[in-house]
């Protein structure tokens, strides 16, 4: 059974139970802009899912819902936001404008934000910029849950990235992937409907490779994709994240004391360029022979596809909501900070 919104009514909601748990309006607006996104899209690991998490960590005086980040012009093409322990996408909307302005200004900028919290889809925060004709890159390094290649304790967070080009029609081309074989709200979900993970996607509590899901979350950690490639990335990942923008590796996490604090307290880097400063008027051209090519061979897609078919099935449709689901939120309107 399902339960339909409008997306006015799902992001009221959403705005309403972080508001009330601990955000400020603002605060919970931003967030809420971000649920939703993800809800949209398919992109269920990071959608009205991650609700009862949100609450749990706001409860937990883990993360200052009502933070008001400080926003920084630390040189001539960077910005600098201490997002002052809230969450990340408020930092980013706060230092959205500077950063943007300097990547036109200069072809190419960068934000650092640290001593944030993320743990939203990366997609929604380089796609706006895409939209504006910059291509984006975003590193956001995470609570330790992976163990390196060829090791047995986690060290890194799952460690995502982004990526997000513009095109000359249509909506901007954008990945976000972890440096994981999975997200860790693949995982949950994997264990909420009893999945079993592929081979190589998680350790138990011994640093034994297991497929039980419930063994990963019970004590245990993931796994890197790729093996050893994955797991440099997640290194970059982890050094763009957190020891470019100040904020604290992964293995650092202070969350412990707070009980039900499912965050991390770490940070992102952002970075923007001009195309039209190095690829000039052709770059979106050649961009699009790039992207016909690899849609010709029949099977091959584009990153990014099935997510904005998602999308403009429940803008055609509204949301359509698992009734248990629904539920859930309502009583969260009930659970107060």
């Known amino acids: 059974?399902?339960?339909?919104?409008?997306?006015?009514?799902?992001?009221?909601?959403?705005?309403?139970?972080?508001?009330?748990?601990?955000c400020s309006p603002r605060n919970a607006t931003v967030i809420a802009t971000t649920v939703i996104a993800a809800e949209r899209d398919g992109a269920g690991s990071h959608g009205l899912f991650r609700m009862p998490g949100y609450v749990a960590t706001l409860k937990s005086g883990w993360l200052d819902g009502k933070a008001v980040p400080k926003v920084r012009d630390a040189g001539p093409g960077l910005v600098a936001v201490d997002a002052n322990n809230g969450f990340a996408q408020v930092a980013l909307a706060d230092g959205r404008d500077l950063v943007t302005t300097k990547a036109r200004t200069q072809g190419i900028a960068a934000i650092a934000i640290r001593n944030s919290h993320h743990f939203a889809a990366l997609w929604v925060d380089v796609e706006p910029f895409a939209d504006q004709g910059l291509v984006a890159m975003a590193f956001g390094n995470a609570r330790h849950r992976v163990v390196p290649f060829g090791g047995r304790k986690k060290l890194f967070g799952t460690n995502p990235m982004a990526f997000a080009c513009p095109r000359r029609n249509g909506?901007?081309?954008?990945?976000?992937?972890?440096?994981?074989?999975?997200?860790?709200?693949?995982?949950?979900?994997?264990?909420r409907?009893?999945?079993?993970?592929?081979?190589?996607?998680?350790?138990?509590?011994?640093?034994?490779?297991?497929?039980?899901?419930?063994?990963?979350?019970?004590?245990g950690a993931q796994g890197p994709f790729g093996g050893h490639k994955g797991s440099a990335i997640a290194l970059m990942v982890e050094l763009m994240g957190a020891a470019l923008t100040g904020g604290d590796f992964g293995f650092e996490d202070r969350s412990g004391p707070f009980v039900g604090a499912q965050s991390s307290n770490a940070g992102e880097f952002i970075v923007l360029i001009d195309p039209a400063r190095t690829g000039g008027d052709r770059f979106l051209d050649r961009t699009e022979e790039l992207f016909r090519r690899l849609v010709s061979d029949n099977g091959a897609r584009l990153p990014g596809d099935r997510r904005y078919a998602n999308r403009a099935r429940s803008l055609a449709q509204r949301l359509s909501i698992e009734k248990s689901v629904h539920d859930g939120l309502l009583a969260l309107l009930e659970e107060k900070a």
């Not at 059974?1 to 139970?17: G, K, N, P």
């Not at 297991?210 to 004590?219: A, F, Q, S, Y």
Request: hydrophobic share 40%.
């Open 171 to 191: 909506p901007p081309m954008v990945w976000d992937q972890a440096s994981s074989m999975m997200a860790h709200g693949e995982i949950q979900l994997a264990a």
């Open 193 to 219: 409907h009893g999945y079993t993970l592929p081979e190589g996607a998680g350790y138990d509590a011994a640093g034994n490779p297991t497929r039980d899901p419930k063994g990963v979350l019970d004590g």
């Open 1 to 22: 059974m399902t339960v339909t919104l409008s997306f006015d009514e799902a992001h009221t909601l959403v705005a309403r139970i972080l508001e009330i748990n601990g």
